[in-house]
């Protein structure tokens, strides 16, 4: 049973190994708040997961599941936003199988649930440039930074390099919320250089 009144963007994480028959068994996790009525967590392709459920509906249950071989262990995750708040809730894995056909099954190891620190920014994606450019052609770089902590940022700086150069830095003040996103373009322009190249974008916050 955990208590989520005071936390804000916890994430659950787990590894995972499974052997099972695909679209016919599998595992998925449901959640309650009252201990009575559950409700399967997340969807399949759900955008706050990362791995998580590898099929939409399975036979033996009706529901997103993760089926099918692994070949190995691998680790899903899941932003546990939708819960902000509540002092109660309860999880629980819930195998499902038909009659025939019988393999390994499901085994699960490192199950946690850890609040994000109050502030923690990074880059979600490089929107531009968005491709290919042209050699020796000036273009501007232009980045989606994201607020992954539990507390207001009001400022931070973000940087670029390009072939692990002298980074480029810009400045940014606003008011991101937990969760929300922003988007900088950099006042500083850069140069193509030949062939391909590498553009790393990061965060800068004090106290991250």
Same mark, same amino acid.
């Given at each position: 049973?955990?208590?989520? +009144?005071?936390?804000?963007?916890?994430?659950?994480?787990?590894?995972?190994?499974?052997?099972? %028959?695909?679209?016919?068994?599998?595992?998925?996790?449901?959640?309650?708040?009252?201990?009575?009525?559950?409700? &399967?967590?997340?969807? #399949?392709?759900?955008?706050?997961?990362?791995?998580?459920?590898?099929?939409?509906?399975?036979?033996?249950? !009706?529901?997103?599941?993760?089926?099918?071989? !692994?070949?190995?262990?691998?680790?899903?995750?899941?932003? /546990?936003?939708? =819960?902000?708040? =509540? *002092?109660?809730?309860?999880?629980?894995?819930?195998?499902?199988?038909?009659?025939? &056909?019988?393999? @390994?099954? #499901?085994?699960?190891?490192? #199950?946690?649930?850890?609040?994000?620190? *109050?502030?923690?920014?990074? &880059? /979600?994606?490089? /929107?531009?440039?968005?491709?290919?450019?042209? %050699?020796?052609?000036?273009?501007? &770089?232009?980045?989606?930074?994201?607020?992954?902590? +539990?507390?207001?940022?009001?400022?931070?700086?973000?940087?670029?390099?390009?072939?692990?150069?002298?980074?480029?830095?810009?400045?940014?003040?606003?008011?991101?919320?937990?969760?929300?996103?922003? @988007?900088?373009?950099?006042?500083?322009?850069?140069? !193509? *250089?030949?062939?391909?190249?590498? /553009?790393?974008?990061?965060?800068? =916050?004090? +106290?991250?």
């Amino acid at each position: 049973m955990f208590n989520f +009144s005071t936390a804000v963007n916890a994430k659950m994480s787990f590894w995972q190994n499974r052997y099972t %028959e695909t679209n016919y068994d599998g595992m998925h996790i449901e959640y309650s708040t009252n201990g009575n009525n559950w409700q &399967v967590l997340g969807t #399949f392709g759900d955008p706050n997961g990362i791995n998580w459920y590898s099929i939409a509906n399975i036979v033996s249950s !009706s529901t997103p599941a993760w089926s099918a071989n !692994s070949n190995g262990w691998v680790k899903s995750e899941y932003n /546990l936003t939708a =819960l902000n708040g =509540l *002092p109660v809730v309860q999880f629980k894995f819930v195998f499902t199988s038909d009659a025939s &056909v019988v393999y @390994d099954g #499901f085994s699960i190891d490192d #199950f946690s649930i850890k609040v994000p620190s *109050p502030q923690d920014a990074g &880059v /979600l994606s490089i /929107l531009r440039p968005s491709g290919q450019t042209l %050699e020796n052609s000036v273009d501007t &770089v232009k980045v989606r930074i994201k607020n992954f902590g +539990s507390q207001n940022i009001t400022s931070l700086n973000v940087k670029y390099t390009i072939n692990g150069g002298t980074p480029v830095s810009q400045s940014w003040t606003g008011n991101l919320a937990p969760n929300d996103t922003a @988007d900088i373009i950099f006042n500083t322009p850069f140069t !193509s *250089p030949s062939g391909q190249f590498n /553009l790393c974008a990061y965060t800068n =916050l004090t +106290s991250d």
